[in-house]
């Protein structure tokens, strides 16, 4: 059965007006514009995944976030010198004592004369 033959389709002269109409009509051109819309929306979702590589940048100022703390762990470091030079000090106040014994040693020299 040709097309032309079924009486549920209209015959081809019929339904070339209404494609002419279709075509040329700005309801059908809004549809394209709206399919340009829609590959917008795709360059939006490249925005996102933009987004996601930023987020990779901000876990990259939390690792050097951490490298500031190490940076507090080796001013530990220097306390701890701090420290050092303090048991430098007590070696001083120990030599005091020496001196103490220098002293001691005059007072038996002063009874032998």
Known sequence: MAAHDDPHLAPADDVTPYL???????????KVDHSKAIHDKVDHS??????????KAIHD???????????VDHSKAIQDKVDHSKAIQDKVDHSKAIHDKVDHSKAIHDKVD
């Not at 490249?46 to 987020?55: F, G």
């Not at 100022?61 to 940076?71: F, L, P, R, T």
């Open 61 to 71: 100022k939390v690792d050097q976030s951490k490298a500031i703390h190490d940076k």
């Open 46 to 55: 490249k925005a996102i995944h933009d987004k996601v590589d930023h987020s």
């Open 20 to 30: 002419k109409y279709a075509l040329g009509n700005d309801v059908f051109h809004d």
